[in-house]
């Protein structure tokens, strides 16, 4: 894929991204605080925990990127924020700073590679692309979980599929 078009790629998703978090964390604001953080069937047990699993993701992984580690980020089943308020302005802003590190990237950028650390002090370069995709992914497959739970939870998880984004777009 040619650079430019990989650029592109990646700022529609980081709109996207935005714009999916947006309508689960609205569904997720009308589950009472108990709800919220009810055990449930699901890898990290709650819709709350799941929720923070996403944010912890994609603080490691833009640190990553930017060169900038989260500070006291440690595990990837960590609770950033218990209570969905603080945890729904946590999303916010990093979804802005994942749209802002997206729009600063350039075409040489986007091919060019980077290297990190992983959570075990493991060190790798990669290209960046490669791994911005698997942010995003991961980000949708933990969304898919958390869309899955309201369902559980009885409330009609919003359509988050990327078709619905470009025709809201539009």
């Known amino acids: 894929m040619p650079d430019d078009l ?3 790629h990646v700022r529609r ?3 996207y991204n935005q714009w999916a978090n947006r309508r689960l964390y609205e569904a997720c604001g009308t589950l009472p605080a108990a709800e919220f953080s009810a055990p449930r069937p699901s890898f990290f047990g709650s819709i709350m925990a799941t929720l923070n699993h996403i944010l912890v993701g994609d603080s490691i992984w833009l640190g990553r990127f930017t ?3 989260p500070p006291g980020v440690t595990r990837l ?3 950033l ?3 969905f308020a603080p945890l729904h302005a946590a999303r ?3 979804d802005a700073e994942i749209i802002a590190f997206c729009d600063s990237l ?3 950028g986007i091919s060019a590679s980077f290297s990190y650390a992983n959570m075990r002090g493991e060190r790798f370069t990669d290209p960046l692309f490669p791994p911005l995709m698997h942010f995003f992914n991961h980000q949708t497959h933990h969304r898919g979980q958390v869309h899955g739970l309201l369902s559980h939870a009885g409330i009609s998880p919003p359509e988050l599929d990327m078709i619905y984004f470009l025709r809201a777009a539009r």
Do not use: S, Y
């Open 6 to 8: 990989m650029l592109q």
């Open 13 to 15: 998703f980081g709109r």
């Open 67 to 69: 060169g900038n580690p």
């Open 77 to 79: 089943d960590q609770i």
């Open 81 to 83: 924020h218990a209570e």
């Open 92 to 94: 916010e802003a990093k």
């Open 106 to 108: 350039t075409e040489a």
